[in-house]
T-cell receptor, first 114, second 112 residues
């Protein structure tokens, strides 16, 4: 399996623009997670899905952030409008339904908002 | 409030030495304590993990020591190698394995 695939790897955008980050989880995994990593706050869980349904979005920082999972093989994290403080590395991770199993992380998308 | 506190922020160790990274937590509901290794440009990857019913777990050169009463756990890397140079994160979660709280990370540099 190719692992969790994220795109793009790098994104530079201007403040106020809409940004969409994409994730393809590992086939057969029921859970999908979006994390954000910054120097100041470390690695934070933003939202996670189970069988395409959002379960916990308490980590989503503001209404500017939204995430969707239209099917089992694709998820998006959207920021609209983007702000410089959104600059971070965004990771997607997935794990199977089996209990006591770890999530596998993608390589991340480095977002820079100027 | 940070649920898991990690120290040190950075660590320099000579090749062959022992690297020690410490973490502390407050929430007694945490039931699973993994350590992740992250290389530049990559996502975190599970290195080793422990449950609170044991005090130590060893996998090769990597050992987790767990002190339930003190609510502390640590990662020991024996015979550290330059290839171990990476950022290490401790984490904790409850039984559902879905909500992980990460430490702030330790950047390890192993000098040849």
């Amino acid at each position: 399996d190719a692992g969790v695939i994220q795109s793009p790897r790098h994104e530079v955008t201007e403040m106020g623009q809409e940004v969409t980050l994409r994730c393809k989880p590992i086939s057969g995994h029921d859970y999908l997670f979006w994390y954000r990593q910054t120097m100041m706050r470390g690695l934070e869980l933003l939202i996670y899905f189970n069988n395409n349904v959002p379960i916990d979005d308490s980590g989503m920082p503001e209404d500017r952030f939204s995430a969707k999972m239209p099917n089992a093989s694709f998820s998006t994290l959207k920021i609209q409008p983007s702000e410089p403080r959104d600059s971070a590395v965004y990771f997607c991770a997935s794990r199977p339904r089996v209990r006591n199993t770890e999530a596998f992380f993608g390589q991340g998308t480095r977002l820079t908002v100027v | 409030q940070q649920q898991v506190k990690q120290s040190p922020q950075s660590l320099i160790v000579q090749k062959g030495g022992i690297s020690i990274i410490n973490c502390a937590y407050e929430n007694t509901a945490f039931d699973y304590f993994p350590w992740y290794q992250q290389f530049p440009g990559k996502g975190p990857a599970l290195l080793i993990a422990i449950r609170p019913d044991v005090s130590e777990k060893k996998e090769g050169r990597f050992t987790i020591s767990f002190n339930k009463s003190a609510k502390q756990f640590s990662l020991h890397i024996m015979d550290s190698q330059p290839g171990d140079s990476a950022t290490y994160f401790c984490a904790a979660s409850g039984r559902n394995f879905n909500k992980f709280y990460f430490g702030s990370g330790t950047k390890l540099n192993v000098k040849p």
